[in-house]
């Protein structure tokens, strides 16, 4: 069809992502780009609404301008955010000017009483099953990104969707820490089956959980960053401070205090700053670009 293959990429991409689930769905199209701050405040209401209208058929699909040109093109998008409802692979509504959640749920409302939508979230041995992993990969993009309370809302929507999904579970318990809930957080991950607990991504969560035992409030961090300082060598001092800097959220930090103390002094209580680095690695997640450039540098130190 005198397309180029980046093109036809982009093609296949949108074909899977919206409109296969479009064939019996009513997919919530949003376009978007990190640069854009209306599209970041409409995205925590798109993202509410369609998680409390996924058993009615409802499905978020989102897609960033910048990476899907081609896509964003053949839409005439001008600009963002743009949002429109699709189904059998065609819009059917512009929902852009749909800025609240009253507004939208009118619109919904009014779109599933004229559309043969099939109802029901997507699940296990559903077609529409590749959105739930579209909304997993949005909640740890935006667990990665820092905002902890908007990621537990996504996957709190997710989890009422596939709550036997280990990688929801996980995400969901990351997230609430990372929101400062770690209450939520433990009574989150007691809720769940043994099997569930030992699931490798969910005991990835319960890392997490244990590292924000260790948080303290802004003085008290302060005063072990200030300790850490005037006593380099105090192994325990060291490690206090690294600890309290991971919960506080400053992860380089407390990387490059840790191995500092693994290589100055690595049979400190039986290797604990190499222990906590691998927990701490476990918690953020092994496959995180910024646990694999620590985990090189562990390496470096340890092999050369």
Not at 6 to 35: G, I, M, N, T, Y
Not at 45 to 70: I, M, P, R, S
Not at 171 to 183: C, F, K, M, P, S
């Amino acid at each position: 069809m005198g397309l180029n293959i980046d093109e036809q990429k982009a093609v296949e991409r949108f074909q899977k992502a919206v409109v296969a689930p479009s064939q019996d769905k009513l997919v919530v199209l949003d376009f978007w780009a990190e640069w854009c701050g209306p599209c970041k405040a409409l995205a925590p209401v798109l993202e509410k609404v369609c998680g409390e209208y996924a058993d009615k058929g409802v499905v978020l699909a989102k897609l960033d301008v910048d990476q899907e040109q081609f896509i964003a093109s053949q839409f005439q998008v001008r600009s963002i955010p743009t949002v429109y409802a699709i189904f059998q692979g065609q819009p059917v509504a512009d929902l852009t000017p749909m800025r609240s959640e009253s507004q939208l749920k009118q619109a919904l409302d009014q779109l599933l009483a004229q559309l043969p939508v099939k109802a029901g979230a997507p699940g296990n041995g559903d077609p529409a099953q590749p959105d739930i992993s579209n909304l997993v990969a949005m909640g740890e993009q935006v667990l990665a990104e820092g905002d902890g309370e908007r990621a537990a809302s996504i996957f709190e929507q997710i989890a009422a969707m596939a709550p036997d999904e280990p990688g929801v579970q996980s995400g969901l318990i990351r997230a609430l820490v990372a929101a400062g809930r770690t209450e939520d957080a433990k009574a989150a991950y007691a809720a769940l089956s043994v099997e569930m607990q030992n699931d490798p991504l969910v005991h990835q969560a319960h890392s997490a959980i244990e590292l924000a035992a260790t948080h303290v409030d802004q003085g008290e961090l302060d005063a072990l960053r200030k300790a850490a300082a005037e006593r380099p060598s105090d192994a325990q001092a060291q490690f206090d401070f690294a600890q309290a800097a991971f919960a506080a959220g400053e992860r380089d930090t407390a990387a490059d205090t840790l191995l500092k103390l693994t290589e100055t002094q690595p049979e400190w209580e039986d290797g604990a700053a190499k222990a906590k680095l691998l927990q701490i690695f476990e918690a953020v997640g092994l496959e995180d670009p910024w646990v694999a450039a620590q985990r090189r540098r562990l390496s470096l130190l340890l092999f050369g």
